[in-house]
T-cell receptor, first 117, second 116 residues
Framework: AQKITQTQPGMFVQEKEAVTLDCTYDTSDPSYGLFWYKQPSSGEMIFLIYQGSYDQQNATEGRYSLNFQKARKSANLVISASQLGDSAMYFCAMREDSEAGSYQLTFGKGTKLSVIP | DTGVSQDPRHKITKRGQNVTFRCDPISEHNRLYWYRQTLGQGPEFLTYFQNEAQLEKSRLLSDRFSAERPKGSFSTLEIQRTEQGDSAMYLC??????????????FGQGTRLTVV
């Protein structure tokens, strides 16, 4: 089974509007972290936001917020007031913390966001 | 520039040749990761170093691949006898943690390998 599922291959949003990018995850570990990264065409993965599994409140970072619904195993990214520079690939990733190990990230396949002027 | 640096940014090589990539992590970061990203996919974990010790390797890392991190600073990823299936973006990431899991990993801009 896929550990991270992003069901939207592509999304369009009008400039200045809000957009939600979906992410569901699958883990049996009680301790884990969820991440969103942005990848512009240049290739660099840019960290956006992090949510720990024990965090009581949804994470927010400027225009980014994470809608964390633990029971549904969903961690959707909300981008408010979209800008043209937000056009990029967006990846949801999970780190499972319970095993002693590398704390590697497992990524979804990504969503390509296009912001329309 | 205090970010993660990768060199080269692009590499075109003929099938069968050896290639080596370099990653310079953020200086105080003790953890270093290599990922591979093929077209239309998210990055996939290859290997992990804590300081100079290589502690984990993915099944994706065939015996043609070798990674080192001498002195716990920069890291190199070598691919021997390259195959067309090795064509991908190779991403390096680093993070800092003293115990347990840290927060975010910072990524470099990647090395795009094309095997012809």
């Amino acid at each position: 089974a896929q550990k991270i599922t992003q069901t939207q291959p592509g999304m369009f949003v009008q400039e200045k509007e809000a957009v939600t990018l979906d992410c569901t995850y699958d883990t049996s570990d009680p301790s884990y972290g969820l991440f969103w990264y942005k990848q512009p065409s240049s290739g660099e993965m840019i960290f956006l936001i992090y949510q720990g599994s024990y965090d009581q409140q949804n994470a927010t970072e400027g225009r980014y917020s994470l809608n964390f619904q633990k029971a549904r195993k969903s961690a959707n990214l909300v981008i408010s007031a979209s800008q043209l520079g937000d056009s990029a690939m967006y990846f949801c990733a999970m780190r499972e913390d319970s095993e002693a190990g590398s704390y590697q990230l497992t990524f979804g396949k990504g969503t390509k966001l296009s912001v329309i002027p | 520039d205090t970010g993660v640096s990768q060199d080269p940014r692009h590499k075109i090589t003929k099938r069968g040749q050896n290639v080596t990539f370099r990653c310079d992590p953020i200086s105080e970061h003790n953890r270093l990761y290599w990922y591979r990203q093929t077209l239309g996919q998210g990055p996939e974990f290859l290997t992990y170093f804590q300081n100079e010790a290589q502690l984990e390797k993915s099944r994706l890392l065939s015996d043609r691949f070798s990674a080192e991190r001498p002195k716990g600073s920069f890291s190199t990823l070598e691919i021997q006898r390259t195959e067309q299936g090795d064509s991908a973006m190779y991403l390096c990431a680093s993070s800092f943690s003293t115990t347990g899991a840290s927060a975010e990993a910072f990524f470099g801009q990647g090395t795009r390998l094309t095997v012809v």
